[in-house]
């Protein structure tokens, strides 16, 4: 059955703005700050890699897909084949992707609070558990990476917006101590958009389709 359009998209995600004095020394060292965490987090979805000599003598090195990767694959495959989507591996891409969105938050200096492994803290994103059977075609895993090519050209825009605003928020937040409110939502629609472009391509729990918008 699809969901009417009026309904909310499977994917949602806010951010509180600080509406506060925020710290410029973390500010001006969050580049630096911020290494540990992203060291979890890399580790958490890394791709992994083997090394091994062929006949030839020679040393070949080959990569896996990683976390995301074989979840996706995996995925597609249940959903594909058995018509299911275990909900365990659910609950686990929906902690992961708290987690990084957490860690990018913190980076796009929209808290001072260091990224917390559980605790949501400013970030609010929810995802809407399928019901397989009823509201998903097993097969538009297939098509869904190309249907959404549009979607890819536009992100590549607004991530190079992403890094103009980061700059010049980052120059904000030293002179003035306050985080420029256009800016902070224009990271949240960015965020919003990458978001369920991410449920609907990777994530495969809705076969609704991402609107084009920051909202």
Known sequence: MAMPQSAPYPAR??????????????????????????????????????????????????????IAGGLFLATAMMIIVRQKYPRWWFDFALELERFSTRVAAYFAFMDDGYPS??????????????????DLNRWMPLVKWFLLIPHYIVLI????????????TWLAILFTGRYPRAIFDYFVGVGRWALRVYAYGFLLITDR??????Q
């Open 13 to 66: 995600l806010e951010i509180d703005y600080p509406d506060r004095q925020l710290d410029r020394v973390s500010s001006f060292f969050r580049f630096i700050w911020i290494i540990p965490i992203a060291l979890v987090l890399a580790a958490l979805s890394s791709t992994g890699s083997w090394s091994y000599v062929n006949e030839a003598g020679e040393t070949v090195t080959q990569s896996g897909g990683g």
């Open 117 to 134: 492994t559980t605790d949501q803290q400013i970030v609010h994103l929810d995802l809407d558990y399928p019901d397989v059977e009823q």
């Open 157 to 168: 825009f607004l991530f190079i917006g992403a890094v103009i605003a980061w700059f010049i």
């Open 209 to 214: 389709y991402p609107p084009f918008s920051l």
